[in-house]
């Protein structure tokens, strides 16, 4: 148990930022994707249209439960404990293998701890559960295990491959894009004992136990027609390729996890020459001495499909944080090595990325107050990204009652990106989404008829235009019409019936808009409203 010890100034650090998540997961709103997956939790099932289920099963007790949002954020809180607790450990392995001379390697620990301290968009997926919060640990945990069976005493061995599968296999019910560390982890282990590893039968019992885990996804979208699969591939496909959106997407990385993490490229350059050692303590293995940097492309390979995606305009910031995690022991233990005139930039490094991290955990707790304003007009201007995570809960509270008064049944939003916060928080309503195309909502309401009156919502920071058409003559058809016609359909009415504003500091931030709505006939394309009315 001596190597699982963290150092004091590590438990120290580790505590001080759960306490800062757990304390963030009390006094901040849902964001979009969190309440979606809280949906999740709320609507159990073998799996979902966009994303494998585990993120809503883990869930799933609390939510049936009702623990309030504060509880629920005490999940992710302690996946990210358990994640920067195994960075810190591969750190010290990695330090030990690529350094054998090395004096303290747990420095190496230290700065891998500091370098995902300091990375603003990990304490995001820390507050709220996300399905790359729990691929974060699951790729730590595969890579200590891959690690493991370098090892070839270890391959011998059924529970460390059992245990593979299993880490595989809940990786896979995580996020699809588990799939991008399958290559690497092939080839390391391939590499290291040859083609006579396909020849153990407790190899194919690991991939056996990772297949049985998978399976509900596997018999959800058999039952669906694939559904989940085909968005998943036309997503990944995304649009015309261009270098811009490439650059856009590195200059992001850089700001959303600061520059120290970036240090794992010399990291794995300084340690081509070094070999894995299988086991601590242990001989170097017989067979192959493993390049050290082979490991790294864990988390290397699935970063470059990423940011390849990301040319394409279909990779979003937070899908590279599980590599960037696995890549931290690295970034450790180049930054570790530092000297001179080296030590002195990352520190000055460092006191940077806290200042910027500092500036959007402000801008965060205050709205964007004071850096960003807020505007009374519809729709609101500039965009606000910090205003998405206030006013929703009291939104949600104030729609159900204006449905109850008004008889309405339902709640329709133009967007999806709408609709989880309302259907979280005006819970019992079912939630319509209005624009064309496949939705997970379309699996949690039925389709609005076109004798049901709903009420609409709208939000000034994504402000649409209501969707009338013109009324059609007495005894028409309205959905045979709109299927029809090449005219976009709507509503035939809809009534104002309150615009609520949400104040931060006394100050207006954003505007909800609530409409009773009848006559719903077709699907029109969402049209956002101009700025300024």
Not at 344 to 353: F, K, N, P
């Amino acid at each position: 148990m001596k190597g699982l010890r963290l150092s004091a100034k590590a438990s120290f650090l580790l505590l001080l930022i759960t306490l800062l998540h757990v304390g963030l997961g009390v006094v901040m709103g849902l964001s979009v994707d969190e309440a979606h997956y809280l949906l999740y939790a709320r609507h159990l099932d073998w799996s979902y249209f966009d994303h494998p289920p585990l993120v809503g099963w883990v869930q799933w007790p609390l939510v049936a439960l009702g623990a309030p949002v504060g509880l629920l954020r005490v999940l992710p809180a302690l996946c990210w404990l358990l994640t920067a607790w195994g960075v810190y450990h591969l750190a010290l392995r990695w330090a030990r293998a690529a350094d054998p001379d090395a004096g303290d390697a747990a420095a190496a620990g230290m700065w891998a701890l500091l370098a995902l301290a300091l990375a603003p968009l990990l304490h995001v997926l820390a507050v709220g559960m996300l399905p790359d919060t729990l691929l974060m640990a699951l790729l730590v945990g595969l890579l200590a295990q891959v690690w493991s069976l370098l090892d070839p005493r270890q391959v011998q061995r059924w529970p460390a491959w059992l245990r593979l599968g299993l880490l595989l296999g809940l990786a896979g019910l995580s996020k699809y894009t588990a799939a991008f560390a399958l290559l690497p982890i092939a080839a390391v282990l391939l590499y290291q004992h040859g083609w006579a590893l396909l020849r153990r039968p407790a190899l194919w019992a690991a991939l056996l136990l990772a297949a049985v885990c998978i399976a509900p996804v596997l018999a959800w979208n058999a039952a669906n027609d694939w559904a989940s699969f085909r968005y998943q591939l036309a997503h990944g496909k995304g649009s015309h390729w261009q270098v811009l959106e490439l650059v856009r997407f590195v200059v992001l990385q850089v700001l959303l996890y600061g520059p120290l993490l970036w240090a794992a490229l010399p990291g794995l350059w300084h340690s081509r020459r070094a070999s894995a050692v299988p086991a601590d303590g242990a001989a170097a293995v017989p067979l192959r001495k493993l390049p050290l940097w082979a490991l790294g492309m864990v988390g290397v390979w699935p970063w470059l499909l990423l940011a390849y995606m990301a040319g394409g305009g279909s990779s979003l910031p937070h899908w590279t944080a599980p590599s960037w995690v696995v890549l931290a022991p690295v970034a450790g233990w180049a930054l570790s090595r530092c000297t001179g005139w080296r030590r002195t930039l990352c520190s000055a490094l460092v006191l940077v990325q806290l200042l910027w991290l500092l500036v959007l955990l402000g801008l965060t707790l205050s709205a964007g107050r004071p850096l960003l304003a807020r505007s009374d007009a519809w729709p609101a201007t500039p965009a606000n990204p910090f205003a998405d995570l206030y006013g929703w809960d009291s939104a949600g509270q104030h729609a159900l009652q204006l449905a109850q008064q008004e008889g309405l049944t339902s709640v329709s939003v133009q967007n999806w990106t709408l609709a989880s916060r309302i259907a979280w928080y005006g819970a019992p309503l079912p939630v319509h989404v209005l624009a064309p195309g496949q939705s997970q909502f379309d699996w949690w309401s039925t389709p609005l008829r076109s004798d049901e009156a709903t009420l609409l919502l709208d939000w000034s920071h994504m402000a649409y235009e209501v969707p009338l058409r013109t009324t059609l003559p007495p005894g028409a058809d309205a959905a045979a019409i709109a299927a029809n016609s090449s005219e976009p359909g709507g509503f035939t009415s809809c009534r104002m019936l309150d615009e609520w504003t949400v104040r931060q500091a006394g100050l207006p931030l954003s505007r909800f808009r609530f409409w009773a709505c009848k006559g719903w006939a077709g699907v029109p394309q969402p049209r956002l409203t101009p700025t300024g009315q």
